[in-house]
C-alpha cells in the first residue's frame, strides 16, 4: 500500500513551513527564481516536490504499482539451513518500488519479520498457527526534525556549530512489512490480470477499515478590512499582529459528530486538536517518571526557544515517541496547569523532608541556619 498521491504524502509533515504550494494538477515542470525577491521555504520546497513527483510518476509508469529487481523483498517462510520458520517469516534484503517510491532493505541477510527496525510489534500483529494470511508492504513519508534525529554513531541534523538549533528538516522513506488476516487464497491475488489483482486487495484493506482517510486542506487568513487596499498597512480588525505566516494544522482524532455536553455522548464524540503552527513547537523530553498513584512527571532538555513557543499553564500537551510516530496511535492530549506543578513540586520535596514536618517551617529554620554561618 503506497501513497501514491500528493496529498496522501503530507499528512505527517509537522514543520514550520509557510505553506505548502505543490498541486500536481498545475503540471509545473519547476520553479524559477527571480532577482530582487524575497525568498520563501515554500518556493524551494515546491521545487523538491516537482522533481520528486515526476521521478515516482517515472518509475511507477516504467515499472508498475510495484515490483522490483531481483529477490529484494522476497518473503522467505524458510531459514538458511531450510527450516521452516515458526508462525513468522522473513524479509529479503534488496530494492522494491511502490507507486515509484523506492524501499531499500539494506540488510546484509534476511530481516524476520518480528525484527523490523521501523515496525514493532504488538500482539494483534503476531501470527498464529491456524491462521489465513495476506503479507503486504506499507510504504510511506516520514518527516523527521532536528530532535527526531539522534543517534550516538551519527552526526545529527541539528547544527552543531550553533550549538544545536534546528535549521532544515527531513524526509525519510519509511517500509512496513504487515499482516492482514483473511479469506482470501492466493488464487485469488495471483491470476493474469496483475492491475485487477492490485484492486482486489485494496478492497481487502477497504473492508478491514485499513485505508485511513487522507488529509483535509484548510485555508486560513487574516481578516481584511473594507476599502483597504495599502499591503504594507496591517488594520487592527485583522486580528492577527505577527510577522511570520501561519499555517493550521487540525488533526481527528476520532470521527463522529459535534458533542452535546452530556456525559452519555463524551465517548463517541468527535475529539481534535489544532495548532497555528502546523504542530511543529516540540521539547525534548529528559526524563519520564510514573509515580505509584499513576502521576507522570516529565522533566524537560528546555521550555522553548523564545515566548511564543514556549510551555505556559493551560497549554495542552502529546507525549510522542517513535513508536507513536511509526504505528499512528492517538494518545491522550494533556494539560499543564499550575495545580499539577504544585504537586509535583510538593512531591519532590516530600523526599527529602520528613513527614509531619511543615515545609513553611523546614525552610525558615533553614535559612536561620544560613543566616547564623553568614
Known amino acids: ?5 500528493h496529498v496522501g504524502t503530507q499528512g505527517e509533515f ?5 505553506r505548502d504550494t505543490f498541486d500536481p494538477s498545475k ?3 519547476r520553479v524559477l527564481m527571480q532577482q530582487g525577491r524575497v525568498q520563501l521555504d515554500a518556493d524551494w520546497n515546491e521545487q523538491t516536490s516537482i522533481l520528486l513527483h ?3 510518476a ?3 509508469g516504467l515499472i508498475g504499482p510495484h515490483g522490483g529487481p531481483g529477490d529484494g523483498f522476497k518473503i522467505q517462510d524458510k531459514d538458511k539451513d531450510n527450516k521452516p520458520y515458526t508462525r513468522k517469516f522473513a524479509i529479503s534484503p534488496g530494492h522494491y518500488y511502490v507507486g515509484g517510491v523506492l524501499c531499500e532493505n ?3 541477510e534476511p530481516v524476520l519479520y518480528d525484527s523490523q527496525t521501523d515496525f514493532r510489534l504488538e500482539d494483534k500483529d503476531k501470527l498464529s498457527a491456524d491462521g489465513n494470511y495476506l503479507v503486504y508492504l506499507d510504504v510511506w513519508e516520514r518527516h523527521v526534525n532536528c530532535l527526531q534525529d539522534f543517534d550516538d554513531d551519527n552526526p545529527s541534523i541539528c547544527e552543531v556549530a550553533l550549538k544545536g538549533p534546528d535549521t532544515a528538516t527531513r524526509a525519510r522513506i519509511v517500509w512496513q512489512v504487515k499482516v492482514l488476516e483473511t479469506s482470501l487464497v492466493i488464487g485469488d491475488l495471483k491470476t493474469k490480470n496483475p492491475d485487477g489483482d492490485y484492486q482486489k486487495f485494496l478492497a481487502e484493506l477497504n473492508v478491514k477499515k485499513l485505508v485511513k482517510p487522507g488529509a483535509g486542506q484548510l485555508r486560513a487568513r487574516a481578516k481584511k478590512a473594507e476599502g483597504q487596499d495599502d499591503a504594507c498597512c496591517i488594520s487592527p480588525e485583522s486580528r492577527y499582529r505577527g510577522a ?3 499555517l493550521y494544522r487540525v488533526e481527528i482524532h476520532r470521527a463522529g459528530g459535534a458533542w452535546d455536553g452530556k456525559d452519555g455522548t463524551k465517548s463517541s464524540a468527535a475529539t481534535f486538536k489544532w495548532s497555528r503552527e502546523n504542530a511543529s513547537v516540540a521539547f525534548p523530553i529528559r526524563k519520564l517518571v510514573t509515580s505509584s498513584d499513576g502521576t507522570t512527571t516529565v522533566s524537560l532538555e528546555s521550555l522553548g526557544r523564545d515566548s511564543l513557543r514556549s510551555l505556559k499553564e493551560g497549554d495542552w500537551v502529546e507525549i510522542v515517541d517513535d513508536d507513536y510516530i511509526l504505528r499512528f496511535e492517538d494518545d491522550e492530549l494533556r494539560m499543564t496547569t499550575m495545580e499539577r506543578r504544585i504537586r509535583a513540586a510538593q512531591r519532590r520535596v516530600r523526599k527529602y523532608v520528613k513527614p509531619g514536618v511543615s515545609l513553611v ?3 525558615i529554620a533553614d535559612r536561620r541556619r544560613e543566616a547564623k554561618d553568614e
Open 106 to 108: 539494506a540488510s546484509t
Open 14 to 18: 509537522r514543520g514550520d513551513f509557510t
Open 27 to 29: 503540471h509545473f515542470s
Open 1 to 5: 500500500m503506497s501513497n501514491n498521491g
Open 244 to 246: 511570520e505566516n501561519q
Open 361 to 363: 517551617d523546614e525552610l
Open 54 to 56: 515526476y521521478l515516482q
Open 58 to 60: 517515472l518509475a511507477a
